[in-house]
C-alpha cells in the first residue's frame, strides 16, 4: 500500500502551468528537477517495498506464564538505495507482554540489516501469533510512504503455570483411580505403610504372621489409606464475570488451578473430565499421565469469550454423573443459583467441592460461607495466594 504527499504534485502543477503561460529555461527547469525528484522518489520506494526482507528467530515456542521469552526479528535491505527510515509495528499484544505496543524507527544503508530484540516476562496464557509485523517507510522527500506487511505462520504457546500438588483436599467416594485419604473404610490390604506391635481393639486381619512368629508376640501391619476416585473440573469461562481491571489475572488464577489439579488427579490414575464453554463446548475426559498435555493443549487455547453460565454448564453435565461422583467447580462468582445448583446435586449424592476466585480474600461473599455450613467444601483462592497451600498440597 502507498500513500503520497500530495503537495509536491500540487507545486509541480502550478510549474507546469507557469512554464506554459511565462516560459523562461529557469521555471523549465525547476519543472524537469521536481518532476525527476518525484520519479526518483517512486522507483526507489518500489526498491524498498521489493528488497526488504524480516526473518524472525524466537528462542522457544513453548513457554509457561512467568518465563522470560526473547525474540530476535532481522530487517535486511538487499537494494541499492538507503532507507531513511523504517517504522516498525509488531502485534506482541499487552496481554502477552503486559506493555503497551510502541513503534519503532530505524534507518537501513544499502546491503544492510537492523535488528529487533524484544526481551519480556510471559504475563497470560495463550496462543500468541508472533510472526507478523508492519513496517512503514518512505523516500528522503517524504513524497511517498509505503506499508509492507510480513506475516509468517509463527506462534508462540504459553501455558498456565502448573503447582506441582502434594495432595489435593478434595472428598472422593468412587471406584476410580487411587488417592490417600483419611478413613479406615479405604485401608488397602496391598499396601503395607510398617509394622507395630498389636494393641488391644486391633483387627486380627492386620496381624503379620510372619513377623509375629519370628518376633514370639503380635504385630500388625499399618495400612496405606487410599480411597478411588474420579475428578469432573467445570471451568468458568463466562465473560461477564471477569470484568475489572483484573480479570486477566483472575483468569490466570482459574486457569493455573485446573491445570494443577487435573495434572494431579492424571498423575494418581484418577479419571479426569474437563467441561467449559467459551464459544465453543469444551469437553475432554481422560486417564493416566499420557493425557496430561491433551488436557494443558485444551486450557491454553481457551478463552474468556463464554456466553453460558457454568451454574447452567453444571446442571447439564452433572446430570449425567454416577452417584457418588465427584466433581470441582472453578469459578469467581458464587451467587443464589450457584446455592441451589449445589444443594440439589448434594441430595442427590453428587459430591462438590468449589474453588472460588476472588481478587482479595478481604472481599466478602456471604454465599461463600452458606455453602460451607451445608457442608460444600469452598477453597478460597486469592490473587495473593499459594495454590499449592490452598488446594491441599505443600
Request: hydrophobic content about 45%; glycine content about 6%; aromatic content about 12%.
Amino acid at each position: 500500500m502507498i500513500k503520497v504527499n500530495k503537495l509536491p504534485f500540487v507545486l509541480l502543477a502550478i510549474l507546469i502551468v507557469t512554464a506554459l503561460f511565462v516560459g523562461g529555461v529557469f521555471i523549465y527547469s525547476l519543472v524537469i528537477t521536481l518532476l525527476s525528484i518525484i520519479t526518483l522518489s517512486y522507483f526507489s520506494g518500489k526498491s524498498f517495498y521489493k528488497n526488504i526482507i524480516n526473518i524472525l528467530w524466537k528462542n522457544d515456542d513453548r513457554v509457561q506464564v512467568g518465563d522470560k521469552v526473547k525474540i530476535e526479528m532481522e530487517f535486511y535491505n538487499s537494494g541499492i538505495f538507503p532507507i531513511p527510515y523504517l517504522k516498525v509495528r509488531t502485534n506482541f499484544s499487552k496481554r502477552l507482554t503486559g506493555e503497551q505496543e510502541r513503534d519503532l524507527v530505524y534507518s537501513i544503508m544499502p546491503a544492510s540489516k537492523t535488528m529487533i530484540i524484544k526481551e519480556f516476562i510471559c504475563k497470560n496464557k495463550g496462543i500468541y501469533q508472533i510472526g507478523y509485523a508492519e513496517v512503514e517507510f518512505g523516500d528522503a522527500m517524504g513524497i511517498f510512504k509505503w506499508r509492507k506487511v510480513f506475516q509468517s505462520e509463527v506462534s508462540l504457546y504459553v501455558y498456565p503455570k502448573v503447582h506441582n500438588l502434594k495432595s489435593l483436599s478434595i472428598p472422593f467416594r468412587q471406584n476410580f483411580g487411587t488417592v490417600p485419604v483419611n478413613h479406615s473404610a479405604y485401608e488397602d490390604f496391598a499396601s503395607v505403610r510398617d509394622i507395630r506391635k498389636y494393641a488391644m481393639g486391633d483387627s486380627f486381619k492386620k496381624i503379620h504372621w510372619k513377623v509375629t512368629a519370628h518376633k514370639g508376640e503380635f504385630y500388625v501391619k499399618n495400612l496405606e489409606l487410599n480411597a478411588t476416585a474420579d475428578i469432573n473440573v467445570f471451568w468458568d469461562l463466562h465473560h461477564k464475570n471477569y470484568v475489572d481491571e483484573y480479570a486477566d489475572d483472575i483468569e490466570e488464577l482459574g486457569a493455573e488451578c485446573a491445570v494443577s489439579i487435573i495434572r494431579y488427579a492424571l498423575n494418581h490414575n484418577m479419571f479426569v473430565s474437563l467441561y467449559a464453554k467459551d464459544q465453543n463446548s469444551i469437553k475432554l475426559s481422560g486417564t493416566g499421565i499420557a493425557r496430561y498435555p491433551e488436557f494443558l493443549d485444551q486450557i491454553t487455547k481457551a478463552q474468556l469469550n463464554g456466553d453460558t453460565l457454568v451454574w447452567e454448564l453444571v446442571k447439564r453435565e452433572a446430570q449425567k454423573l454416577n452417584l457418588g461422583a465427584t466433581a470441582i467447580v472453578i469459578t469467581p462468582q458464587i451467587d443464589d443459583i450457584a446455592l441451589e445448583v449445589l444443594l440439589g446435586f448434594k441430595a442427590k449424592g453428587i459430591e462438590f467441592a468449589v474453588v472460588y476466585l476472588c481478587r482479595s480474600k478481604e472481599l466478602v461473599n456471604n454465599n461463600v460461607e452458606a455453602l460451607r455450613q451445608r457442608g460444600i467444601m469452598v477453597n478460597t483462592v486469592s490473587l495473593a495466594d499459594d495454590i499449592r497451600l490452598v488446594l491441599g498440597g505443600s
